[in-house]
Nanobody
């Protein structure tokens, strides 16, 4: 099956940037839509961004539009989340996930990577 491993998290000052990566080890990476989610302590996990299998379409939560960019490199079986103009509210554990194209639910999840934004 698909195994996902996130990396790139860390401590960043507000207004700074960070790029997260998610490497997939399973086959048929391009057959999956990929998404990013995040969860802060005491909060429910929330949607951040999604990209279709070919990379042709992207979707973002309103809270990150204009600041975050999701992209993928199917040759490397990797999805990225470029985060700019980071805010304190962006502090969370970030997870990547895989969903079959045209499906709502995500079938596979990574272990998460911590992003902390300081003032």
């Amino acid at each position: 099956q698909v195994q996902l491993v996130e990396s790139g998290g860390g401590l960043v000052q507000a207004g700074g940037s960070l790029r997260l990566s998610c490497a997939a080890s399973g086959r048929s990476f391009s057959s999956y839509d990929m998404g990013w989610f995040r969860q802060a302590p005491g909060k429910e996990r929330g949607f951040v961004a999604r990209i279709t299998g070919s990379g042709g379409s992207t979707y973002y939560a309103d809270s990150v539009k204009g600041r975050f960019t999701i992209s993928r490199d199917n040759a490397k079986s990797t999805v990225y989340l470029q985060m700019n103009s980071l805010k304190l509210e962006d502090t969370a554990v970030y997870y990547c996930a895989a969903a079959r194209a045209l499906e709502y639910a995500y079938d596979y999840w990574g272990q998460g990577t911590q992003v902390t934004v300081s003032s």
